[in-house]
């Protein structure tokens, strides 16, 4: 499975970014789909993650409510909306595949990460 994420950048604080992943190979379908981040200094965290179908999701608790991850109408696609951006968000983010959504450290795939900077 290759995993190709795009959609990070420099903001302000309180604005907006959407990142986005595609997930390609041939079992590609199978996959729980997961968002992870690397703050600057600190080990890589989890951030959020939806199933295979689509209907579960999980989130880190610093992020509920401003974060929101959803599957894209193009097969083994994801988002991650992310709202009201904190300078503590920035990080490297990974899109990551996993046979179960909820199994944070059972990722077995990972892309190649996006910069997002935020800005006090």
């Known amino acids: 499975v290759q995993l190709q994420a795009s959609g990070g950048g420099l903001v302000q604080s309180g604005d907006s970014l959407r990142l986005s992943c595609a997930a390609s190979g041939r079992f590609a379908s199978r996959y729980a789909l997961g968002w992870f981040r690397h703050p600057p200094g600190k080990e890589r965290e989890f951030v959020a993650s939806i199933s295979r179908s689509g209907f579960s999701t999980l989130y880190e608790d610093s992020v509920k409510g401003r974060f929101t991850i959803s599957r894209g109408s193009a097969e083994n696609t994801v988002f991650l909306q992310m709202n009201s951006l904190k300078p503590e968000d920035t990080a490297v983010y990974y899109c990551?595949?996993?046979?179960?959504?909820?199994?944070?450290?059972?990722?077995?795939?990972w892309g190649q990460g996006t910069q997002v900077t935020v800005s006090s």
């Open positions: 990551a595949a996993g046979l179960s959504y909820s199994h944070k450290s059972e990722y077995e795939y």
